[in-house]
């Protein structure tokens, strides 16, 4: 059964999530701070964190962060739920680790469907394993087993979301792949007007990739239409200007 630990100052959320997660056949763990919260996942190492930003002692971007770098707590996936909805929000929600964003009010079935969706894609089998798909392609190869990728002959550590996101990318290189194809495939759920979450996480691949993250050369918006990865078939050392 899988562990939730739900990191929030409102009692009346705190009580709304736990009882539907309950019901949807989840282990349940409640905190009401960022300082209880955190210890408690460092403790428990849940299968996932529901967080809010806006916390007593320590908001919810700190403790995503000292989760993040903390080597027992850095892939435990983690969702933020906040009544922060602006851009600004998000991006920073992202920036500082978070796997999904999701803004109160909610409905329960929408929080439910990204529960399920986040605990599919992290359930230690990444997507390029389960299935016999492209691995490797010119100077790319993906290593499921480590979330790892070479790059021109450089190991690339990634994260979870940024390896599907690139693996992704790979089964269509030289295509362009729309944000809601993306959205549908890596995060699992079905897309939604604002595509920040992308962005963000393209920016951090394109900064582990790319020689200039500024004027990507690989990993390519094109605009109005979504992102296409485009690899050389063959490559030398001479070209490895990503090393």
């Known amino acids: 059964m899988p562990r ?10 705190l009580e709304l999530v736990s009882v539907n997660l309950d019901m949807a056949g989840y282990e349940v763990c409640r905190a009401g701070d960022g300082i209880k919260g955190q210890a408690m996942a ?3 190492l849940p299968d996932l964190v529901i967080l809010d930003l806006i916390l007593p002692s320590v908001d919810g971007f700190t403790v995503c962060q000292r989760l993040r770098r903390n080597e027992r707590t850095a892939d435990i996936p983690v969702l933020m739920l906040t009544a922060l909805s602006s851009i600004k929000d998000k991006v920073e929600g992202f920036n500082a680790g978070a796997d ?24 230690h089998i990444p997507v390029a ?20 990728a070479i790059w021109f002959g450089q190991t690339v550590k990634l994260t979870h979301l940024e390896f599907e996101l690139l693996h992704c990318l790979l089964q269509r290189h030289g295509q362009t792949v729309s944000p809601s194809e993306i959205l ?3 995060w ?11 962005r963000v996480h393209i920016r951090h691949l394109r900064t582990k990739l790319e020689p200039d993250p500024r ?16 690899l050389p078939s063959s490559f030398t050392h001479e070209v490895n200007s990503a090393e």
């Open 215 to 230: 004027h990507p050369g690989f990993i390519r918006t094109v605009y109005g239409a979504g992102y296409c990865l485009e």
């Open 4 to 13: 939730i630990l739900i990191i929030d100052d409102d009692p009346s959320i």
């Open 129 to 148: 394993a389960k299935h016999a798909e492209i691995l490797s392609f010119g100077p790319l190869t993906l290593i499921p087993e480590r979330f790892e």
């Open 184 to 186: 549908k495939e890596v």
């Open 188 to 198: 699992g759920y079905d897309p939604d007007d604002d595509i920040e979450t992308i």
């Open 42 to 44: 460092m403790q428990l």
């Open 100 to 123: 999904d964003y999701l803004t109160k009010p909610f409905e329960i079935e929408e929080l439910l469907a990204r529960v399920r969706a986040l605990l599919r894609r992290t359930d």
